[in-house]
C-alpha cells in the first residue's frame, strides 16, 4: 500500500534555520523587524513576504533571479537525508515537501529525485528543471522573475504558516491515499496542520515544545536516518 510523506523543508531536509535566512546571512542583512511585527499580530504573512522581499531588494538593487538562485547555493542540507527519502521512493511511496522555505532549494532537492517524466507544468510541481520531472509533490514560497529577469516586488506565496494541513488534505484526495496512510514530518508549530491530517506525525529536530505537545512522535536530533527507522517500524505494522 502506498503512504504520503510529507516533509517540511527548514530545519528538517536543511540543516539551517531557514532557507530565508540562509539567503540574509548570505547578504549580511536582518528581517528582525518584520519578524516582530508578523510575532505582534501588525504583518500578515502576504506583507511579511513583500516586506522580507523589499530588504533583499535594498540590501542588493540590481538583484535578479539568477542571483536570487545563486545565493540558494550550497544550503546545508539535514544529515542522512539522501538515504532517507530515496528508501521512501523505492518502496513506491509519495514525498512531497510542504515548506513555506524558498522555491529553489526545494527545487533542487527534488530533483535529485528525478522521475522518467519530461518536465511539465503541474499543481504540487517544480517551476525549473533540469529536462525531466521530480517524483516530489513540492509546495513553497519565494520570490518570482520579471520578464526582465529582475525580481518581483509580489512574491511566491503558495504555503500559508497555518495551512498545510490543507495541502495535505488535497494531496490525499488526488494521490487516493487516506489520512490513515499518511505520515508527516516537521518541526514547528507551522507544522501542526499537517500533523492533524496525519496518521503519524513526527516532531524532528524541534525548534519549540508546541508541536511537540501535539506530535505522536519526538525525535531530538539532527539526522533523517532516526526519522527513517520511525517510518520504517510504523509501515511495517
Known sequence: MRYLV?????????DHMSTWQYVYDRLEISNEEAFNLYNQGKLDEWDWLK??????KAAYPEITDLKMR????????????????????DEGHEIAIIS??????????????????????RWGGINRHRGC?????????????RNDGTVDDFGR????????GSIVKMLQRRLDIPKERTISIGDSAGDIGMFQESELSICFNPWDEKPVAIAKKTIRSRNLIDVLE??????KE
Request: aromatic share 10%; charged share 20%.
Open 100 to 121: 513555506g522555505g524558498m522555491q529553489e532549494t526545494a527545487r533542487d532537492i527534488a530533483c535529485m529525485f528525478p522521475s522518467s517524466e519530461p518536465w511539465r507544468r
Open 133 to 145: 520531472d521530480t517524483k516530489f509533490h513540492v509546495f513553497t514560497n519565494g520570490w518570482l522573475e
Open 51 to 56: 516586506m522580507d522581499l523589499a530588504m533583499i
Open 70 to 89: 545563486e545565493l540558494c547555493q550550497d544550503t546545508p542540507l539535514m544529515q542522512g537525508m539522501k538515504a532517507c527519502l530515496q528508501w521512501i521512493l
Open 230 to 235: 520511525v517510518i520504517k517500524n510504523h509501515i
Open 157 to 164: 506565496y503558495q504555503v500559508q504558516m497555518n495551512g498545510k
Open 6 to 14: 510529507c516533509f517540511d523543508m527548514d530545519r528538517v531536509l536543511v
